[in-house]
């Protein structure tokens, strides 16, 4: 009788972790921009205006509500586990207390967030089977299939776009994106959704020719995705960390790389918004030690644009603005934290990320997808300021649940 209940108590908390991942991934795919049409807000075609309301944000808040409310009561958790997700608490909490921006909103979200993800990490440390994986893993291969069929369904809208032959021959990335952006979906998001499909591929799918087709099609069609090149550079940065002959040729390359492209390096930074993003968080971090506040970025570059233009730039330089976007998540975490509790956000994400490693040779197929998937969204995150979503939390609750199931396993 008991071992009945506890086989149906482990398979209730697979499911909820499943609806969670799906959510995760949902954020990741158009699914607000189509909800928002449905209900008649405005949505503009590229994503940069217009109004998308976040009701990824808002299933993801009462689901967990739900959960707690069924769950709770009856999981026990190691406090010593637990201690990232109080930390984290509390740098929020002083933030919305001491910095001058700050949106209670923001802080109350990631709050919710950051329980979710304690949630996931407790129901999946507990379990040291077979069977979470295999339910896992059949949800990552719908998720896998949808986001193929959406691809699939791209390249079929190029074909028909109003694109010249030539013109999609010549810059084939340009209107790839353009097409993803005329369905609702960002690039940037796109680029995370292609890192989840290599991922998928590389360590869950077993033939070797399905692999290379996958993730050559990916490369394709994201290779003009600046984050989605720098999230997979981070991957192989940390798959190669123990291997020091590897290691040495990827930088190697990296640096051949950047000697021939320096030129333009240094024109893309200098033309880019992130560059001025970077000098306004190096401003943020000089003048206030708590940060502006979580959702106060757009607020005080809104209100100091002029200022800070002045002060960074002269009358060469490309824009006359400082962009409300951090653009970076870098630039998102110390300008909305400070330099001391930003400093102490990014230990805690690299501490999970070298605990991981000190496991991934114990880590099975899809715990490997999850782990360098988790790695894939922080590298990632250097160009685009997506951290402080709900997908992020989810999947930061998933790799350290399964670093917490892995060091709790008997192996012979």
Request: with cysteine; aromatic share 18%.
């Amino acid at each position: 009788m008991n071992t009945l209940l506890l086989h149906k108590n482990s398979r209730l908390s697979i499911n909820i972790i499943s609806v969670f991942l799906v959510l995760a991934l949902l954020r990741l795919l158009p699914f607000n921009f189509y909800t928002s049409m449905i209900v008649g807000h405005e949505v503009i075609i590229d994503n940069r205006e217009g109004n998308a309301i976040n009701f990824v944000n808002y299933i993801s808040v009462f689901f967990l509500i739900f959960v707690a409310l069924i769950k709770l009561p009856t999981i026990r958790a190691k406090w010593q586990e637990l201690w990232p997700f109080g930390a984290l608490v509390l740098i929020y909490l002083a933030n919305l207390f001491f910095a001058p921006y700050v949106k209670a909103s923001w802080v109350i979200y990631q709050l919710a967030f950051i329980l979710i993800a304690c949630v996931i990490h407790v129901l999946l440390s507990g379990q040291s089977g077979l069977n979470y994986e295999k339910t896992l893993k059949s949800g990552g291969f719908m998720f896998f299939i949808s986001v193929t069929i959406l691809f699939l369904g791209v390249v079929f809208s190029i074909m028909y776009s109003d694109y010249s032959v030539s013109y999609i021959i010549s810059e084939f990335n340009d209107s790839f994106i353009n097409s993803v952006n005329g369905i609702g979906l960002m690039k940037q998001y796109y680029g995370y959704v292609v890192g989840f499909i290599v991922l998928y591929a590389l360590f869950v799918l077993d033939k070797i020719w399905i692999k290379i087709a996958v993730v050559s099609l990916a490369f394709f069609t994201a290779f003009g995705i600046r984050s989605f090149i720098i999230g997979i550079v981070g991957v192989l940065f940390f798959l190669n960390l123990k291997s020091p002959i590897r290691l040495l040729v990827l930088i190697i390359i990296m640096a051949f790389a950047a000697y021939f492209l320096w030129d333009d390096i240094i024109v893309e930074m200098l033309y880019d918004t992130r560059f001025y993003a970077y000098m306004n968080g190096w401003d943020i971090i000089q003048k206030f030690p708590f940060g502006v506040g979580l959702g106060g970025y757009p607020e005080y570059t809104e209100i100091n644009n002029r200022v800070l233009f002045a002060t960074f730039f002269t009358i060469d330089a490309a824009l006359n603005y400082v962009p409300n976007s951090p653009e970076s998540d870098l630039v998102h975490v110390f300008g909305s934290l400070g330099l001391w509790a930003g400093i102490i956000h990014i230990l805690i994400q690299m501490r999970l990320i070298f605990l991981g490693l000190a496991h991934r040779f114990k880590m099975r197929p899809f715990e490997k997808c999850m782990f360098y998937f988790f790695i894939f969204m922080t590298a990632f995150g250097i160009s685009e300021d997506t951290m402080f979503t709900v997908s992020y939390w989810i999947f930061f609750g998933v790799t350290s649940g399964i670093i917490a199931s892995i060091s709790k396993r008997k192996y012979a």
